[in-house]
């Protein structure tokens, strides 16, 4: 029975899926294993996960039985943030867990990757070719000197290979970093130059939209200004010769050559992440092979309830954490699907034809993609037998409440929908999926076990029901055990502990519910604050982008000199709509009816289209910096904006507005 302040849920698991989730499974074993609370459910669960942390951590380590080549000493031996040490004294290796189930004759046949390009056509990779792949490569790069600690590089899309190359390199030790063969070559140069790799693989090009994107230039560009490289790997998925100097991917991996794992250190680098870079150099993240290998075993294994008999298809670049969330999937024994393309390709609804086609049980998509199908009137249903789907995962921005909705009316109304939220920064979520818990129309449906999140207000004092900042009060294993070339760690601390000493803050407005989910309202460093009303921007995008004739929009505030408060709403128009008196009447109307009167834009202002970072999230705090009046080159790291065009728009914006004060 639901209170006035629980609504009634959009979905709730049966008995029977509650039953059989992994996570109920776990916390009865742990309840007799380590005393974790046998009732209560989730919330219980969750409770001890944060109160006892070395517990839980032990306890998530024995139920994936997690192979310790060099037993630890201690579960975490300082939890300070920066500066947690976890699993002190431990070995492992990340690679040998992705490819356990290998080992097991019973699976050795079976798909541990289904590669899908733009025909749809999935193309299975077993687990023992991928063992053989692996091992081969991983035999290849020792030769070529890598040792542990050597930065490999990837210039990669979506592809089997780009798995091989990760494991191989986590196999010898190495530090893994890769970006999207979408990205040009400053971008690209922006990232690797800082943690100069040794190897480089790179593609001769790529296909999407149901084009051929040739990159052997960028590819001889890269080679020229990365003078730490000691050999190119040429991967020919346009079917070209390798160039001068560069070592072929085949010769690399036709060897039949068990792979060998370096046991490394808990703490020991596994991968470089980026930030999207937007105001200045990329953040390089590091990540450790111990902290990623618990956390994407929790995550997995219990919030997305994935094992042997699953398939895993989200859809993302090399370029985006997701990426590296997907290929850990392998940590469970499930297949991963692992698609090369346009997410619209041939038409709107090409993911859902790509989760029929493999069989997924897991979808993940964005929500933006989400709502473009809404808009586009796809009825996946329908159209698709999407009978094997359990979950459809949505992340990259707070999924809208009419997301939800569209979802559950369109896809199957026993569906599991799971908003996820995270960041690049932890590799995981912070809040999300949770197998046995009801899901409510716009909200996550929990923290994440493990993850002490709360929301605190200006003065760092918690608080339910109301909008604060995210903020994480006790260590998570996949934080960063650094930043790259950050010597001091001043740059780490000024990240996530400027505004709360020894607490992580995100920089997410979100509102925790008094039934534990969690609302996500946008990034806090770019909150509209109109008298004293603070509002995050995905409120507003939620609201606008409903109207058919929005295609999506842009809000900034801002705060101007004489002491009053500018708020423009750039809007990208649908195909034929005109953005006359009557359109702008109604998005108006629309945000005075459902959020705020005090949060109406001064000015709707068309635009072509609104700009993104490579990774597809909205640009606000550089074009807020535009609009200030900071030039382009000091607003915005070129390298990280899918269309640097669409800048010069609100550079000239500013310049006018100016000229008119004066």
Known sequence: MTSATQPEPLWAPGPDRIAAARITAFQAWAAERF?????????????????????????????????????????????????????????????????????????????????VDETHEPTPVTWAELRRQVGSLTAELRALGVRPGD?????????????????????????????????????????????????????????????????????????????????????????????????????????DTPPVFEPVPFDHPLWVLYSSGTTGLPKAIVQSQGGILLEHLKQLGLHCDLGPRDRFFWYTSTGWMMWNFLVSGLLTGTTVVLYDGSPGFPDTGAQWRIAERTGATL?????????????????????????????????????????????????????????????????????????????????????????DLQSWDPSGKPVVGEVGE????????????????????????????????????????????DHGSVVIHGRSDSTLNRQGVRMGSADIYEAVERLPEIKESLVIGLEEPNGGYWMPLFVHLAPGAALDDGLRARIKETIRAELSPRHVPDEIIEVRAVPHTLTGKRIEVPVKRLLQGAPLAKAVNPGSVDDLDLLHFYEELARTRSRNRD
């Not at 290979?161 to 400053?186: N, Q």
């Not at 070209?240 to 060897?255: F, I, N, R, V, Y």
């Not at 109304?413 to 920064?425: K, N, P, Q, Y």
């Open 151 to 255: 930065r490999v590089s990837g210039y990669l899309p979506n592809v089997p290979e780009a798995v091989v190359a990760l494991l191989a390199t986590a196999a010898v030790g190495g530090v893994w970093t890769s970006c999207a063969p979408d990205f040009g070559a400053r971008s690209v140069l922006d990232r690797f130059q800082q943690v100069e790799p040794v190897v480089l693989f790179a593609v001769d090009g790529y296909r999407y939209g149901g084009k051929t994107h040739d990159r052997r230039g960028t590819v001889a560009e890269l080679r020229a200004e990365l003078p730490s490289l000691r050999a190119v790997v040429h991967i020919p998925l346009l079917g070209t010769q390798a160039p001068e100097g560069a070592l072929d991917w085949s010769a690399l991996t036709s060897g």
């Open 35 to 115: 005393q974790a609370p046998a009732d209560g459910g989730y919330p219980a669960l969750h409770r001890w996960s944060v109160e006892a942390l070395d517990t839980f951590w032990q306890a998530v380590a024995e139920w994936f039985e997690v192979r310790f080549t060099t037993p630890y000493e201690t579960v975490l031996a300082d939890r300070s943030m920066p500066g947690a040490r976890w699993f002190t004294g431990a070995t492992l290796n990340y690679a040998e867990h992705a490819l356990r189930a290998a080992e097991d004759p019973a699976r050795a046949g079976d798909a541990a990757l289904l590669a």
């Open 363 to 451: 979808y993940g998509t964005s929500a933006a993609y989400v709502m473009a199908c809404r808009k586009a009137g796809v009825h996946p249903a329908r159209d698709f037998d999407l009978s094997a789907v359990k979950c459809v995962a949505t992340t990259g921005s707070p999924l809208p409440p009419d997301g939800f909705r569209w979802l559950h009316d369109e896809v199957a109304e026993d569906l599991w929908i799971a908003s996820v939220s995270g960041g690049t920064d932890v590799c995981s979520c912070f809040a999300g999926a949770v197998p046995t818990l009801p899901v409510h129309i716009g909200e996550l449906q929990a923290a994440c076990l493990g993850t």
């Open 470 to 513: 995210l903020v994480v009060t006790n260590p998570m294993p996949s934080m960063p055990v650094r930043f790259w070339n950050d010597p001091d760690g001043s740059r780490y601390r000024d990240s996530y502990f400027e505004m709360f000493p020894g607490v992580w803050r995100h920089g997410d407005w979100i509102t925790l519910t």
